[in-house]
């Protein structure tokens, strides 16, 4: 899978050298690309925004470092997601959609966002989507990315190493985990359930199921809706 993230801060994204995803570039499963918008400006202080039409608070950033910096990147099979408190709700479903592109690309705003010609221009030619992380707001979508890019690529086959691990996690049955123990069997006066001593797998199957539906019901409600 190639990712190409562009952003005016590159330097946030020098973690992904590191852990999983890191060993998944050196060995060629993730080509992952940086680039920085501001090398796509061509004025003395390297702008890459101005105050918005119509007025109000805050800088927009401009459509030309954009449409530079995504042509040279964007091809026929990529998809661009543009995250933005202002898009739809990313999800695990979401990540599963993405693990299975061949190209994806970020476009990581500050400031108020990109002027919205950016945005139409590109949906016009190919697939563009707006993705929040959630109903809150974040000082660019860098952060964003990151978060995205963790929740695609470890479901890309071979990044992570024992792949039914992703199986019983929250969110892929709709519920969220149940709850995980290890040794010692006792830790400051509180012991492991005993079930989970026992060895009877489907009765630890079924306290999980439980135990899943119970956190789900106290937790995220919603989702059992
Ligand atoms: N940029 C700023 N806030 C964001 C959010 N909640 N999700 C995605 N991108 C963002």
Redesign the pocket.
């Known amino acids: 899978m190639r990712i190409d993230i562009v952003t005016i801060f590159p330097a946030f994204f020098d973690v992904l050298d590191l852990s999983l995803i890191g060993k998944a570039r050196a060995r060629g499963i993730l080509d992952l690309r940086v680039h920085d918008l501001r090398s796509h400006t061509h004025d003395r202080h390297r702008t890459v925004d101005d105050t918005p039409y119509g007025g109000g608070a805050g800088m927009v950033m401009k459509p030309e470092p954009w449409g530079e910096a995504l042509d040279g990147i964007l091809g026929e099979d990529a998809v661009l997601i543009v995250?933005?408190?202002a898009?739809e709700l990313?999800t695990q479903a979401t990540a599963r959609e993405l693990a299975s592109e061949q190209h994806v690309v970020f476009a990581c705003?500050r400031y108020e966002g990109i002027d919205q010609r950016v945005i139409d221009h590109y949906a016009a030619r190919g697939r563009v989507r707006l993705?929040?992380?959630?109903?809150?707001?974040?000082?660019?979508?860098e952060?964003?990315a990151m978060a995205m890019i963790e929740a695609v690529t470890r479901l890309v086959p071979g990044v992570v190493g024992n792949p039914s691990s992703l199986v019983e996690e929250s969110h892929e049955d709709g519920l969220l985990e149940y709850p995980i123990y290890t040794k010692p069997p006792v830790w400051r006066d509180r012991s492991v359930p005993e079930i989970l001593l026992g060895g009877n797998h489907g009765a630890i199957a079924q306290w999980r199921r439980e135990q899943s539906i119970e956190r789900t019901r106290q937790y995220r409600p919603d989702l059992l809706s």
Do not use: K, T
């Open positions: 995250p933005s408190p898009g990313f705003g993705m929040s992380l959630g109903d809150y707001v974040l000082n660019g979508g952060v964003a």
